[in-house]
């Protein structure tokens, strides 16, 4: 394949008229194919990448259901979505096997191109703090525990990419350390959930933690005299940090300003959406509990914040209308969130060898297609 007459985007230079070339499924500086798509007009960006989201169109990742799965890889692939890493709930120990089951099985039964490509596992919780449980279900919070990990990851097929952790909890220091000196030593760890202060989180990421759950929320706020999970993750280059733009969780002053903070070598974009997403407004559920969607609001009962009813492209055209510069928002959602859970030698950017995903995007943002190979 060969597409022509595009904005094309590169990582270090931004967007630049330029050729690209597929062969085989890959990226190439040539093609023996003979179908050329005419991108005049258009931005060509990577295939984005969501590696926080439990759900869409009427479906949730912890139901374990293939054909659930299904459809909200066909959903997220229509967004320009092409590699997924769903997030799981805090849940029975049970649940979470089954769910691990079911995604290994997807994986290894999945060959539309019509679909987001399954590429991880993200487990948000059980391992949390129940001060900031969040839209998280207290009754199976339980302390962090390597036996548990293994179970999941054997039962995924050695999908799990992430782990949130409260490291302020019960063996959370013992656990970062036996995870990061153990054959899960791949599994990035992340803080999240958690009311630690800054020394804590500190010291989880000098054993081996590098990345933050849903940042500002689910943990203290940043202050001038307590800096909290925020001020740690800035004072340790390696960290990525994720953050939701969808005009709710975090006000737009707040995303300039960790943009500033971070730069767009550190922030990885997600949706963390949930089941309403793609639906009308009414009730629906996320771990186990009723959630009202009204807009773009989803709250449980009692107002707490349940995820979004936003997909990451449009949090990526969030973050620009918020003053986000398109390259970086770009950047933020596609090789960032890759090289954050280690798929970035496949996924996430245009360059010779990798897997040819690509979206054409109009001058206004919109959608023109998707390709995924």
């Not at 597929?22 to 007009?41: H, K, L, M």
Request: hydrophobic share 40%.
């Amino acid at each position: 394949m060969k597409i022509i007459n595009g904005l094309v985007f590169h990582e270090k230079r931004g967007f630049i008229p330029d050729t690209l070339y597929t062969e085989n499924g890959v990226f190439s500086d040539y093609t023996t194919d003979n179908e050329v798509i005419d991108a005049n007009g258009c931005y060509v960006i990577p295939g984005l990448i969501d590696i926080h989201f439990h759900g869409c169109v009427n479906h949730d990742f912890c139901d374990a259901s293939l054909e659930g799965l299904e459809a909200m890889a066909k959903y997220e692939y229509a967004q320009g979505i092409t590699s997924i890493c769903p997030a799981s709930m805090t849940l029975p120990k049970e649940t979470i096997t089954a769910i691990c089951n079911n995604a290994r099985t997807f994986f290894q039964q999945q060959n539309q191109t019509d679909t987001a490509r399954l590429i991880g596992i993200n487990l948000e919780g059980p391992f949390i703090a129940y001060e900031k449980r969040g839209a998280q279900n207290p009754d199976y919070i339980i302390p962090a525990n390597c036996d548990a990990l293994n179970t999941w990851q054997e039962a995924s097929g050695g999908l799990v990419k992430l782990i949130t952790l409260a490291p302020e909890t019960a063996g959370a220091m013992d656990f970062i350390k036996q995870v990061k000196s153990s054959s899960l030593t791949d599994i990035r760890i992340s803080l999240g959930h958690t009311a630690c202060d800054y020394d804590t989180a500190m010291n989880a990421f000098k054993h081996g933690a590098n990345h933050v759950t849903h940042l500002f929320n689910g943990m203290p706020d940043l202050t001038h005299r307590t800096p909290s999970v925020v001020g740690a993750a800035f004072d340790t280059p390696d960290c990525f940090v994720e953050m939701i733009c969808d005009g709710v969780h975090i006000h737009p002053s707040v995303i300039r300003a960790a943009f500033s903070m971070f730069t767009d070598e550190r922030i990885v974009l997600i949706s963390d959406s949930m089941m309403a997403t793609g639906m009308p407004d009414g009730m629906y559920a996320l771990g186990g509990q009723d959630v009202n969607v009204n807009g773009i609001h989803a709250t449980l009962q009692d107002g707490t914040l349940a995820g979004s009813v936003t997909n990451l492209a449009d949090c990526m055209r969030t973050a620009v209308h918020m003053g986000i510069p398109l390259s970086s928002a770009v950047k933020c959602a596609t090789i960032n969130p890759a090289r954050s859970i280690g798929m970035d030698d496949k996924y996430g950017s245009l360059k010779l060898g990798k897997v040819a995903d690509f979206v054409l995007l109009n001058p206004d943002l919109s959608l023109r297609q998707v390709f995924r190979s």
